[in-house]
């Protein structure tokens, strides 16, 4: 259940929203990774198939090993963003600049943690910073100068 909070461009119906939508998320990744899990495991044995059949099965495997990928860092985001909601009274507000974040914005992406100005130019720098540039989900460098 929600505390009382100090947050004041947040009406109780809207909190109560973002925190229902947050746990419902939470719930259905959860469900959706066991499931998962499950059908990976099902599907491992390809012994006695042609060469085609066995890469286009790895080729689907990497594409759902990287959707897990992404719901699973999602998760972490959406238990962090749980944690800050009942914990804290920071919920809402840009961890930058400290302003309110719009209810629109959290209603889309109830894990917004900067207003739109700051995630703007924090877009902008990171566009402009091709050096040493690191991809978001994976955490790993990407290497835009030099291919060969």
Same mark, same amino acid.
Request: net charge positive; hydrophobic share 25%.
């Given at each position: 259940?929600?505390?009382?909070?100090?947050?004041?461009?947040?009406?109780?119906?809207? &909190?109560?929203?973002?925190? =229902?939508?947050?746990? *419902?998320?939470?719930?259905?990744?959860?469900?959706? !990774?066991?499931?998962?899990?499950?059908?990976?495991?099902?599907?491992?044995?390809?012994?006695?198939?042609?060469?085609? =059949?066995? *890469?286009? =099965? =790895?080729?689907?495997?990497?594409?759902e090993?990287?959707?897990?990928?992404?719901?699973?860092? &999602?998760?972490?985001? !959406?238990?962090?963003?749980?944690?800050?909601? !009942?914990?804290?009274?920071?919920?809402? !507000? @840009?961890?930058?600049?400290?302003?309110?974040?719009?209810?629109?914005?959290l209603?889309?992406?109830?894990?917004? /943690?900067? @207003?739109?100005?700051?995630?703007?130019?924090?877009?902008? /720098?990171?566009?402009?910073?091709f050096?040493?540039r690191?991809?978001?989900?994976?955490?790993?460098?990407?290497?835009?100068?030099?291919?060969?």
């Open positions: 259940m929600s505390k009382s909070k100090k947050i004041t461009h947040l009406n109780k119906k809207q &909190y109560k929203f973002l925190e =229902d939508k947050v746990l *419902a998320e939470i719930e259905r990744i959860e469900n959706k !990774l066991a499931t998962d899990k499950t059908h990976l495991e099902l599907n491992k044995d390809s012994s006695g198939r042609d060469e085609v =059949d066995s *890469a286009n =099965d =790895d080729i689907l495997k990497h594409t090993l990287r959707f897990q990928t992404r719901e699973t860092l &999602y998760l972490k985001k !959406l238990k962090k963003t749980r944690r800050l909601m !009942l914990e804290t009274d920071e919920y809402g !507000l @840009c961890q930058d600049c400290g302003s309110e974040i719009g209810f629109q914005r209603q889309a992406r109830p894990t917004s /943690d900067m @207003c739109i100005a700051c995630k703007e130019e924090s877009e902008r /720098d990171e566009f402009q910073n050096h040493g690191k991809s978001k989900s994976l955490g790993q460098q990407i290497n835009l100068v030099g291919r060969a």
